[in-house]
């Protein structure tokens, strides 16, 4: 959905696709890449509310704002809402705190890496991608 654009590197040919270029699309568009028809349903409602402005994702805005804004996107949970905010708006307390992944690396359930990861804060998105790349918790 990016326009076209010429580099020496074979395969880099397109750029990034704005987000009015998406809310443009047809959900058969979006799906035409692989993609289930529910998350190409999400991705077209995530990129009109922020082609519209309804949904602003910067990093001057409160990370827990955002989350909430990113939560109420039909499709976008908890999870992924955190995600969004670590990784492409480096809020370094978004923290995904039902993720299967962190709990397995320290060997505890949910409630018990939340009570854990209060003692992370402010940096609990360094402590989860720490705790992803094999790192301990203790």
């Known amino acids: 959905f990016g326009e076209p654009i010429a580099t020496p590197i074979p395969g ?11 809310a443009a699309a047809t959900i058969d568009e979006i799906a035409g890449l692989g993609l289930p028809g529910a998350r190409a349903r999400t ?3 995530l990129a009109s509310r922020v ?10 805005r409160d990370p827990a704002e955002m989350i909430e804004a990113l939560d109420a996107v039909p499709g976008i ?6 995600y969004v905010a670590m990784r492409a708006l480096s809020a370094p307390d978004a923290f995904p705190e039902k993720d299967l992944g962190l709990m397995r690396a320290l060997d505890v359930d949910g409630k018990t890496l939340l009570a854990l990861a209060e003692r992370w804060r402010p940096w609990r998105a360094y402590a989860a991608l720490h705790l992803w790349l094999g ?4």
């Open 12 to 22: 880099l040919d397109r750029l990034f696709p704005a987000p009015t270029r998406i």
């Open 43 to 45: 991705i077209l409602e």
């Open 51 to 60: 082609a519209d402005g309804r949904l602003r994702l910067t990093r001057d």
């Open 77 to 82: 949970g908890p999870w992924t809402a955190s």
């Open 135 to 138: 790192g301990s918790g203790g």
